[in-house]
């Protein structure tokens, strides 16, 4: 069968991932379900990539056909993580800490997000700028997850280190770089098991412990699965929030009236903050395995064959969002799948995520209304293929 070919689209080149918008809408338009014979993802085989907001739904709604289990992070092996597992495994490796992360228990933890945040603001305000990245949206979510995991804050500077080479991840990087992404994997599976034995030993009300002391199934979790459990949290909670906090106040502040308009009115946040999740769309791309014949997008798909979700494609898709190029702080409805789509595999920590988001714009708007850019140059991106941001937005006030 005839596939349309663009040499241009390259779904596991980070190159590609770089700025991609423009070959997206290509394949919407031209090839919504597009054979990438180059995309070599872990196994080295090629794979299907998922453009349209619909056909992603499709996918995430049909568990039985598109199977996680095989792997679901396309630059890497499948590990024994919630993420990787269909169910009944999935929904009870979900369930170790569901309640953590419903809409109650994440208020609860209101009060100390916005001490945190406030602590990180007065703690530049006098300098008269700063790296939004490192300086406000890296430590808030870290500190966060780091308290609910309650580990030492004198080792989150560590735990932010490990996330990001392994979220990073491995296509294409270099040799030196890889063996850091290796290298700080094995370093955080020797931390996270000496705690996660202590909390076996001693448990209390915390992440960690539940993972410690789960039964899956009937089963005590393995070693290693409750590492990658406990890695699964780490990355989660520090990584994507951060990405949106960044990529979405750079765009709030690109358009003056966007940021001034949450400076005057605060009740428009919550709606802006879900259009900073759909431009932003920290979760580049989601891999599933085909278990059985099927069509999908007008292309006959086979048992093993794999597909790649790209979340941020089907956040532009003009069939699913009016002026889906616009940045637009009042667009409602506003149905994005920044959070990994719907249903079973959406992101647990999204509750969480939403109140750091909000939080940290409030009282930005509410303490620094002049933040802005501080220069026009162009601004650094991570390389990568998976979860990926802005690595510094100097800003000043």
Not at 166 to 180: H, V
Not at 387 to 395: H, T, Y
Request: aromatic share 8%.
């Amino acid at each position: 069968m005839h596939h349309p070919f663009n040499p241009a689209v390259r779904l596991m080149d980070p190159a590609f991932h770089a700025d991609p918008l423009a070959h997206y809408a290509w394949l919407r338009a031209e090839a919504p379900v597009y054979w990438d014979a180059t995309a070599p993802l872990w196994d080295g085989r090629g794979a299907w990539g998922i453009s349209r907001y619909a056909d992603i739904r499709t996918v995430h709604a049909d568990h039985e056909t598109f199977a996680s289990r095989f792997g679901s992070r396309p630059d890497a092996p499948p590990v024994p993580s919630m993420i990787n597992r269909d169910a009944p495994e999935h929904l009870a490796r979900r369930g170790i800490n569901r309640r953590r992360f419903t809409p109650a228990a994440v208020r609860r933890y209101e009060a100390y997000v916005r001490e945190v945040t406030v602590d990180l603001i007065e703690g530049v305000r006098a300098q008269g700028g700063c790296d939004l990245v490192t300086d406000l949206a890296m430590p808030l979510p870290m500190q966060v997850i780091g308290r609910m995991m309650d580990l030492p804050a004198a080792d989150y500077a560590r735990l932010l280190e490990w996330s990001d080479l392994i979220a990073t991840g491995l296509p294409e990087q270099t040799p030196a770089f890889r063996a850091a992404v290796l290298a700080a994997a094995a370093e955080f599976e020797a931390y996270i098991t000496a705690w996660l034995e202590r909390r076996r030993a001693a448990p209390g009300d915390d992440l960690l412990s539940a993972i410690a002391t789960a039964r899956v199934l009937g089963r005590p979790l393995g070693a290693k699965d409750q590492v990658h459990e406990a890695l699964l949290l780490l990355v989660g909670g520090d990584e994507t929030t951060r990405h949106v906090l960044t990529g979405g106040i750079v765009a709030l502040l690109a358009e003056r009236a966007n940021w001034a308009a949450l400076c005057e009115d605060p009740a428009r946040i919550p709606r802006a903050i879900e259009e900073m999740l759909r431009w932003v769309t920290p979760v580049k791309t989601i891999a599933r395995s085909v278990t059985r014949e099927v069509e999908l997008g007008g292309e006959r798909l086979a048992p093993g064959d794999r597909v790649i979700l790209l979340y941020e494609s089907g956040n532009r898709d003009e069939r699913a969002f009016d002026a889906p190029d616009r940045f637009d702080i009042a667009r409602d409805p506003n149905r994005h799948l920044a959070f990994g789509g719907y249903g079973r595999h959406h992101c647990l920590g999204a509750h969480l995520a939403r109140l750091e988001i909000r939080v940290m714009l409030e009282e930005l708007t509410a303490r620094l209304p002049a933040l802005a850019r501080a220069d026009d140059a162009p601004l650094r991106r991570r390389h990568g293929t998976f979860v990926l941001g802005l690595e510094s937005v100097p800003v000043v006030f």
